[in-house]
């Protein structure tokens, strides 16, 4: 099985999915990890250019201790927009890797930048078996399933503070210490989001994200929570491959 996890800056993916991917990556499956856009305004003294050079070598330390094929950012920051142009190198990727599973982000969230990942994601996977659909660079379409799921949002909840509730939790307890090691290879943006947000602690801020979703789930202390999009036009069928692949360690909330 192969995952393809499609995040918007350095860190995005480790913050919000470290956990599901690490344990996908142990049961086997091969990873693709991609951040759409390269960090370049995630430092209040560097000039763009050195963060984003200084967060590209972050994303790849993450990625080599992850183990993952880590794939080249696309665009700015700010500048993630639902244009043709993403959509196409999006599109291309998805052809490339032919994941059976994408992760990527919240169609809701309280940054536009996620939120145009989450639906560039969609497309470009849409889209990945569209021959008439001329990828950049062209690449041929693909016909394999593609199972998407969304993360939940940074703050768990939507931009009108009404809360996300999962579909599915994953228990990231036995992996909860090398996600925060893979989060760590991020050090310029624990001094950012000091810097702008007040974060008391970066490290501790995921721990705190995991434990309330585990406390969500009603059974795990450490879990990630995940919602399905349908599956129409993505799979022959509506399944759940991260459930199957991760069996006990993956709870679905049975549908009304």
């Known amino acids: 099985m192969t995952v393809l996890a499609i995040c918007c800056h350095p ?3 480790e913050m919000m999915m470290g956990g599901t991917v690490l344990l996908l990556k142990q049961a086997g499956c091969a990873v693709h990890t991609i951040n759409v856009a390269n960090g370049c305004a995630g430092s209040v003294d560097l000039r763009p250019s050195e963060i984003a050079a200084v967060r590209k070598r972050e994303a790849e330390a993450s990625a080599k201790l ?13 500048e993630v927009f639902y244009t043709q142009d993403l ?10 890797v032919k994941p059976n599973l994408v992760l ?41 399933d ?21 579909e599915i939790y994953v228990d990231v307890t036995a ?11 991020h050090a310029s943006q624990k001094k950012w989001l000091d810097a702008t947000q007040g974060y008391d602690s ?4 995921m721990r705190d994200l995991s434990e309330k979703v585990g406390g969500m789930s009603k059974r795990f202390r450490f879990a990630e929570g995940w919602r399905r999009h349908s599956h129409v036009g993505f799979t022959r069928e509506d399944c759940n491959p991260l459930g199957d692949i991760l069996k006990e360690l993956c709870h679905t909330i049975p549908s009304l």
């Open 11 to 13: 860190d995005d993916m």
């Open 66 to 78: 992850l183990g993952s094929f880590h794939h080249e950012s696309l665009t700015d920051d700010l």
């Open 146 to 166: 593609a199972m998407l799921y969304h993360a939940t949002p940074h703050i768990l909840m939507d931009m009108m503070r009404r809360p996300i509730v999962p």
């Open 175 to 185: 992996v909860i210490d090398r996600k925060e090691k893979l989060l760590a290879c």
């Open 104 to 144: 990527t982000q919240s169609l809701e969230d309280y940054m536009d930048d996620h939120m145009n990942t989450a639906k560039i994601a969609v497309t470009a996977t849409f889209s990945r078996n569209i021959p008439s659909f001329r990828s950049i660079p062209d690449e041929p379409a693909v016909f394999e």
């Open 202 to 205: 970066y490290l501790k801020t």
């Open 87 to 96: 959509i196409r190198r999006v599109t291309a990727l998805v052809r490339q």
